[in-house]
């Protein structure tokens, strides 16, 4: 295992812990879906021109369209329009929580799909990981009666199975180029999605001055780097290494939240996040 692996998994959790914070704040004067188009519109954008710049922008190839449609329409597309649509009924540390917990789907599908072998060690490590993330869901404090939480909830555990797939599609069709020159194909495919979701589910919304700030934040810098991070971890490291290295997001979300936001922080979050963080040492040295 590659150590500048472990700093891309480092670097897409500092980047996407601080993202739902940052996005359940703008929501105050944004629409959910019409904020997630934005952050993939100047995603697409600042990828694009930073390329453009480089002398690296070029078409996608024949063996790039897997890896192109299963970011794009999944990873990026799928998962911003699911995770968007339930921030704007659930706390953002839940967002954090929920979008990365099952996750943990890249190591079965990667056993059966791709035929990785996990040692044992790495098997404890994922169980520890999940219990922590159980622990930090807390279904205990959840209101199973109210209808909008559950679908808030599904809508996140669909959120992260879709990220899950894009995963393994990448590793069983790498793309011939590298994956930081397909970014802008991955959030231009998402912005045409969710632009299209955007119109139809929120007709009447949109941005507001107070929420563009956290847009470009998101959109120019956390958004492209984080994903190329994520991607290019999930593709890199093994399954269990990067499925617990994720959790770590949830992590670093919940105790932004609890800070900025003013979300609760009770034993759960102190106890999850250690078992969490173990897992991850467990991990690394499996």
Same mark, same amino acid.
């Given at each position: 295992?590659?150590?500048?692996?472990?700093?891309? #998994?480092? @670097? +897409?959790? *500092?980047?996407?812990?601080?993202?739902?914070?940052?996005?359940?704040?703008?929501?105050?004067?944004?629409?959910?879906?019409?904020?997630?188009?934005?952050?993939?519109?100047? $995603?697409? *954008?600042?990828?694009? #021109?930073?390329?453009?710049?480089?002398?690296?922008?070029?078409?996608?190839?024949?063996?790039?369209?897997?890896?192109?449609?299963?970011?794009?329409?999944?990873?990026?597309?799928?998962?911003?329009?699911?995770?968007?649509?339930?921030?704007?009924?659930?706390?953002?540390?839940?967002?954090?929580?929920?979008?990365?917990? !099952?996750?943990?789907?890249?190591?079965?599908?990667?056993?059966? @799909?791709?035929? %990785?072998?996990?040692?044992?060690?790495?098997? $404890?490590?994922?169980?520890?990981?999940?219990?922590?993330?159980?622990?930090?869901?807390? &279904?205990?404090?959840?209101?199973?009666?109210?209808?909008? !939480? #559950?679908?808030?909830?599904?809508? #996140?555990?669909?959120?992260?199975?879709?990220?899950?797939?894009?995963?393994?599609?990448?590793?069983?069709?790498?793309?011939?180029?590298?994956?930081?020159?397909? =970014?802008?194909?991955?959030?231009?495919? +998402?912005?045409?999605?969710?632009? *299209?979701?955007?119109?139809?589910? %929120?007709?009447?919304?949109?941005?507001?001055?107070?929420? =563009?700030?956290?847009?470009?934040?998101?959109?120019?810098? /956390?958004?492209?780097?984080?994903?190329?991070?994520?991607?290019?971890?999930?593709?890199?490291? &093994?399954?269990?290494?990067?499925?617990?290295?994720?959790?770590?997001?949830?992590?670093?979300?919940? !105790? *932004?939240?609890?800070?900025?936001?003013?979300?609760?922080?009770?034993?759960?979050?102190?106890?999850?996040?250690?078992?969490?963080?173990?897992? @991850? @040492?467990? /991990?690394?040295?499996?």
């Amino acid at each position: 295992m590659n150590p500048r692996d472990l700093w891309l #998994l480092a @670097v +897409a959790v *500092l980047l996407f812990g601080g993202v739902w914070p940052i996005a359940k704040d703008a929501l105050r004067d944004a629409t959910p879906v019409w904020f997630g188009a934005s952050r993939a519109g100047l $995603a697409a *954008l600042a990828s694009g #021109l930073v390329l453009l710049a480089l002398g690296r922008l070029r078409w996608p190839g024949r063996r790039d369209l897997p890896s192109v449609l299963a970011l794009g329409l999944l990873q990026i597309g799928g998962f911003f329009a699911l995770t968007h649509i339930a921030l704007g009924v659930l706390p953002a540390g839940r967002i954090a929580v929920l979008s990365n917990v !099952t996750i943990y789907s890249l190591v079965p599908l990667s056993v059966l @799909v791709l035929g %990785e072998r996990v040692s044992a060690l790495r098997w $404890a490590a994922a169980g520890l990981g999940l219990a922590g993330a159980l622990v930090l869901v807390g &279904p205990w404090a959840v209101d199973w009666s109210d209808p909008a !939480t #559950l679908a808030g909830n599904a809508l #996140l555990v669909g959120a992260s199975v879709l990220w899950s797939i894009a995963i393994v599609v990448t590793r069983r069709f790498p793309p011939q180029r590298p994956m930081l020159e397909l =970014l802008p194909f991955f959030f231009g495919l +998402a912005t045409l999605l969710l632009l *299209l979701l955007a119109v139809w589910r %929120e007709p009447g919304g949109g941005i507001g001055l107070g929420a =563009l700030p956290h847009a470009a934040f998101i959109g120019l810098i /956390a958004a492209p780097l984080g994903t190329w991070s994520v991607i290019e971890a999930g593709r890199r490291l &093994p399954s269990t290494v990067a499925s617990v290295g994720f959790m770590l997001v949830p992590v670093l979300g919940v !105790t *932004l939240g609890a800070l900025w936001l003013g979300e609760p922080v009770g034993w759960d979050i102190w106890v999850g996040g250690a078992l969490i963080f173990a897992s @991850v @040492v467990l /991990a690394v040295r499996g």
